[in-house]
């Protein structure tokens, strides 16, 4: 099994910018897929971002493509999620979670392993 824990959130002004990070353990890191997924006040989880096993294939929610850029670093076992450009819109706890087939898929349900988030907040 994976253990996920997200790190980095906090308050930043819009247009500014922050990196948010997940450790994980268990499991062999190079073995899995991960994606961030973020959850607002009184809406759904929604996708965010995901990156393959080997780091060579990423995909973005169009909200955040151009602004957003997941990383991975597999010799840390931690994936990374800078974000710039800011907006209050991107407001939310932010969650990370393994998909353990190949491939990035964007469906919360094909997830596992989820860690208990960490905030971000924008200010306008």
């Known amino acids: 099994q994976v253990q996920l824990v997200e790190s980095g959130g906090g308050l930043v002004q819009a247009g500014g910018s922050l990196r948010v990070s997940c450790a994980a353990s268990g499991r062999p890191f190079s073995t899995y897929s991960v994606g961030w997924f973020r959850q607002a006040p009184e809406q759904e989880r929604e996708f965010v971002a995901a990156i393959t096993w080997n780091g060579r294939g990423t995909y973005y929610a169009d909200s955040v493509k151009g602004r957003f850029t997941i990383s991975r670093d597999n010799a840390k076992n931690t994936v990374y999620l800078q974000m710039n450009s800011l907006k209050p819109e991107d407001t939310a706890v932010y969650y990370c979670?393994?998909?353990?087939?190949?491939?990035?898929?964007?469906?919360?349900?094909?997830?596992?392993?989820w860690g208990q988030g960490t905030q971000v907040t924008v200010s306008s």
């Open positions: 979670a393994a998909h353990y087939g190949g491939g990035v898929v964007t469906e919360s349900s094909r997830y596992g392993g």
